[in-house]
């Protein structure tokens, strides 16, 4: 069964950087984009960002545009998400999610159990 | 495209119907609407997409309507397990938009 796991949260001071990762197993990874979603405490959820299967394209929220970076490794199964320049308002649960598009429309079909970053000093 | 969700919060009692909106501030394809359930400490979980398609394993209770501006997704009849957060989504010129969500609870 699709199974994502995210791990590499923490507490981590502003201004400093972290690096998110999410192993996939019981799809073939490589040919399915991928996507970060946050959701700040007792907030809703924001989208992050995205990468394509063959990782030709990137898209960020402005919110992060500049200091966060999506990246894979379709040989080890692993999406990255490399946060630097880290801020208060980016503490949240970070989901990595699965994308789906085919003929009857368009989601985020698996996501994983999320991990918390927290960004205080 | 911004999404508005409505009522901010929804109390009913199991058995009932349950009728949440999503509007966009301007037309959409139904194709790129989802609708996703969130329970407290738990990750969304997908339970219509392209407005109206059911996702794999989820009670035929659950049904999604609408086009343009204006999207339902409707809870025939309420079981307990289905008081959650409920969150519309799109997928368009502005990537990728949530709405601030419904809570559905128990009354």
């Known amino acids: 069964q699709v199974q994502l796991v995210e791990s590499g949260g923490g507490v981590v001071q502003p201004g400093r950087s972290l690096r998110l990762s999410c192993a996939a197993s019981?799809?073939?990874?490589?040919?399915?984009?991928m996507h970060w979603v946050r959701q700040a405490p007792g907030k809703g959820l924001e989208w992050v960002a995205i990468?394509?299967?063959?990782?030709?394209?990137?898209y960020y929220a402005d919110s992060v545009k500049g200091r966060f970076t999506i990246s894979r490794d379709n040989w080890r199964n692993t999406l990255y998400l490399q946060m630097n320049s880290l801020r208060g308002e980016d503490t949240a649960v970070y989901y990595c999610?699965?994308?789906?598009?085919?003929?009857?429309?368009?989601?985020?079909?698996?996501w994983g159990q999320g991990t918390l970053v927290t960004v205080s000093s | 495209i911004v999404l508005t969700q409505s009522p901010g919060t929804l109390s009913l009692s199991p058995g009932e119907r349950a009728t949440l909106s999503c509007r966009a501030s301007?037309?959409?394809?139904?194709?790129?609407l989802a609708w996703y359930q969130q329970k407290p400490g738990q990750a969304p979980r997908l339970l219509i997409y392209?407005?109206?398609s059911r996702a794999t394993g989820i009670p035929d209770r659950f049904s999604g309507s609408g086009s343009g501006t204006d999207f339902t997704l409707t809870i025939s009849r309420l079981e307990p397990e289905d008081f959650a957060v409920y969150y519309c989504?799109?997928?368009?010129?502005?990537?990728?938009?949530f709405g601030q969500g419904t809570n559905l609870e128990i009354k």
């Open positions: 990468i394509w299967s063959d990782e030709s394209h990137e």
């Open positions: 392209g407005a109206s």
């Open positions: 301007q037309s959409v394809s139904s194709s790129y």
């Open positions: 989504q799109y997928y368009g010129t502005s990537l990728f938009t």
């Open positions: 999610a699965r994308d789906m598009w085919d003929s009857r429309g368009y989601r985020f079909d698996y």
């Open positions: 019981g799809f073939t990874f490589s040919s399915y984009a």
